[in-house]
């Protein structure tokens, strides 16, 4: 074995030294409906060592060529392709083409909540998404209506996955220890993921509602021009965070067709 790969503060790196969550991490994919992985920052190895044992094509990625090159000495698998890349700036063709691959890894923070939002814009490739992040931000994308973590992201997210939090990892078992504990969920694609709104018109209503989640929908959305009959509909009168995914929808719905009904 050649010497351990250190840590890199810029990239966010924190390696997991625990076998035992390594192993339950690996277990989180459950491998229907696609034999493809996809591992984002693999590290030294340590859920990759549990990936390539299961029945499936591994493509691990990493940005640190210190990472790479520890990898490719000690991970001869005939099943496992090592990449130096950058997930957020790749064409997810240049891993498995147009086939279907499950994602999976331990998250560098800092780039954690853009992975997620980087697999929404390609859910039809990916059937499941599984992994680590930081506590708080693994809760919000999970987090249901009427919690306080309750946000973009978790509604997004759950607009075409079903958000599982499965468990938490306390800092002790990385090198370097992160300051917060770490959480760990699973997003397993809805059966249908075509919702009965425009998307990118949905993604707008969702974020700008947010964007001042302390007030009402009747002056959170005021830039959307609302005739005084939507206005005086009951969901506006409620806070971002009191709707479900669908009323979302159907937020968007009455938007749709307010716009529609305003410029006849």
């Known amino acids: 074995m050649n010497k351990p790969v250190r840590a890199k503060k810029h990239l966010g790196q924190h390696f997991l030294k625990d076998e035992v969550i390594a192993e339950k991490i690996a277990d989180t994919l459950t491998l229907k409906g696609y034999t493809n992985v996809l591992e984002i920052g693999p590290g030294m190895g340590v859920l990759t060592k549990y990936l ?3 029945d499936i094509a591994l493509v691990a990625v990493d940005l640190d060529s210190e990472s790479i090159s520890y990898l490719e000495e000690n991970f001869l698998q005939e099943n496992l392709q090592v990449l130096e890349a950058d997930f957020l700036k790749s064409e997810l063709s240049d891993f498995f083409g147009d086939e279907a691959f499950a994602i999976t890894g331990n998250f560098p ?13 390609h859910k039809e490739q990916i059937p499941e998404f599984t992994g680590m992040f930081q506590k708080e931000v693994a809760q919000r994308i999970c987090a249901s209506e009427g919690n306080k973590t309750y946000g973009i992201l978790s509604v997004l997210t759950q607009a075409f996955y079903d958000a599982e939090y499965l468990f938490t990892v306390p800092p002790t078992v990385f090198n370097p220890p992160p300051k917060v504990d770490s959480g760990v ?4 694609r809805k059966k249908d993921l075509s919702l009965p709104c425009d998307e990118k018109f949905f993604y707008r209503v969702v ?17 959307f021009d609302l005739s005084d009959s939507l206005k005086e509909d009951t969901i506006f009168g409620q806070r971002p965070e009191q709707l479900s995914v669908s009323e979302f929808i159907t937020l968007t719905q009455k938007l749709e067709n307010d716009a529609i009904s305003t410029h006849e």
């Open 185 to 188: 969920l699973r997003l397993v």
């Open 109 to 121: 923070y800092n780039i954690s909540t853009q992975i997620v939002f980087k697999t929404l814009e």
């Open 207 to 223: 974020k700008t509602a947010f964007q001042q989640r302390r007030k009402t929908l009747r002056n959170s959305l005021k830039s």
């Open 52 to 54: 390539v044992e299961k």
